[in-house]
């Protein structure tokens, strides 16, 4: 009969909280679809721009290739584009993965049973992506490899010829961003809204009620200290990164600058979110809960592990609005692209807005009251 009873105060307590109930159904459902998108196998939707400076039979051929893997198994989008200066700014700001620029003379060159070489252009920094554009372009090479009707032998094949635009980037080291981010977040569990929930639960929150705090004042001061113990988190993640990959921070003082600055707004902006989220929650467990779920939701589709391009379109259209997809890419612009802080600007300022509108959400929401 103890039993009983203890098991049946344990169901009854349980269904009085119906949001945990909803979550054990909700959460693995939503986990099964995020991840199915997030690690499928086969990359698709690079964006690969072409520079087609020659109009030969073998040119057209090796394209005609390219737009049958473009319309088949669908691993790029090919890009036109007007000359190699243009192909190689668009490839810096990574609007296309890759530059294929075809020479003027390849179809000749080919002809004569030559070596013709085009120049396969990857930003390698994402080592997947880049594999990938590498090994369809030289698949659509590959059709070229036919023989000739002549007597002379061939002196040489359709050539791809790949070049690395940035430092190389093993996979190990491609994961620092995320890694970076991911220390973010859980600073933002253990801290801001967790320890605003954790004093409402132990009764220490009615003591602000009985001084002159504003509900402004409350908010900062949870939301600076979180953020200076998230700071230190992720500079000591970030300095053991470092150390097993051998990596640096590139751009001088002006990239350290930048850097903390990426960290301290994206620290900002999901303190202030969760804040929005769990400010006037009443019990720890709910905090747990939504925590856990955001980081799920949040994490994987902020290209961290896998390339944007290759989401679902749905998927895609949420990455845009991820806070952490930003983080990730600033990180990356700025410590595996040379330092490239017009590459990091946009999403610098994204975080920067982010950041400033959940501020205001959360001081507004922030109950000050029993």
């Given amino acids: ?22 979550s054990a159904v909700v959460l693995p459902i939503l986990y099964l679809v995020i991840l199915g998108n997030t690690l499928q196998g086969p990359l698709t939707g690079l964006r690969l721009g072409v520079v087609a400076q020659d109009d030969g039979p073998q ?29 190689f700014a668009r490839l810096h700001d990574g609007d296309v993965a890759g530059l294929l620029v075809v ?5 000749r060159d080919l002809a004569r049973g030559l070596a013709a070489p085009v120049a396969l252009h990857v930003d390698n920094v994402d080592a997947i992506g880049a594999a990938a554009i590498e090994a ?3 698949g659509a090479a590959a059709a070229l490899r036919q023989p000739l009707a002549r007597l002379e032998p061939r002196l040489g094949d359709a050539q791809v010829r790949v070049q690395e635009i940035f430092p190389r980037v093993d996979y190990d080291t491609s994961l620092i961003p995320g890694v970076v981010v991911l220390s973010i977040f859980m600073g933002s569990m253990i801290t801001g809204a967790f320890n605003v929930v954790m004093d409402r639960f132990l009764g220490v929150h009615e003591s602000y009620l009985s001084t002159p705090l504003r509900r402004s004042d409350l908010n900062l001061g949870v939301l600076l200290s979180g953020t200076v113990v998230t700071l230190g988190s992720s500079g000591l993640v970030l300095a053991i990164g470092f150390l097993l990959t051998g990596s640096k921070v590139h751009g001088g003082p002006l990239g350290w600058l930048a850097l903390a600055g990426v960290v301290v707004l994206t620290a900002l902006g999901l303190l202030a979110m969760m804040m929005v989220l769990l400010g006037r929650a009443g019990h720890p467990r709910l905090s747990g809960v939504v925590s856990g779920f955001l980081n799920i939701i949040l ?16 998927l895609r259209a949420f990455a845009v609005a991820d806070p952490e997809t930003h983080a990730v890419a600033a990180l990356k612009a700025i410590l595996f692209r040379g330092g490239d802080l017009a590459a990091a600007g946009e999403h610098v300022l994204w975080l920067a807005g982010f950041a400033a509108v959940m501020l205001v959400l959360s001081t507004l929401t922030m109950k000050r009251t029993l």
Avoid at 1 to 22: E, K
Avoid at 67 to 86: C, N
Avoid at 103 to 107: K, T, Y
């Fill in 1 to 22: 009969m103890r039993i009983w009873a203890v098991m049946l105060r344990d169901l009854l307590r349980i269904g009085r909280n119906p949001l945990a109930l909803l």
């Fill in 103 to 107: 020479p003027p003379h390849f179809s």
């Fill in 299 to 314: 994490f994987f589709p902020s290209g961290a592990l896998y390339p944007l391009a290759s989401f679902p379109p749905w």
């Fill in 136 to 138: 369809a372009v030289s």
């Fill in 59 to 87: 040119a057209r051929a090796l394209l005609g290739a390219l737009q049958a893997i473009e319309h088949g198994p669908r691993t790029v989008v090919l890009v036109p584009v007007a000359d190699p200066v243009t192909g």
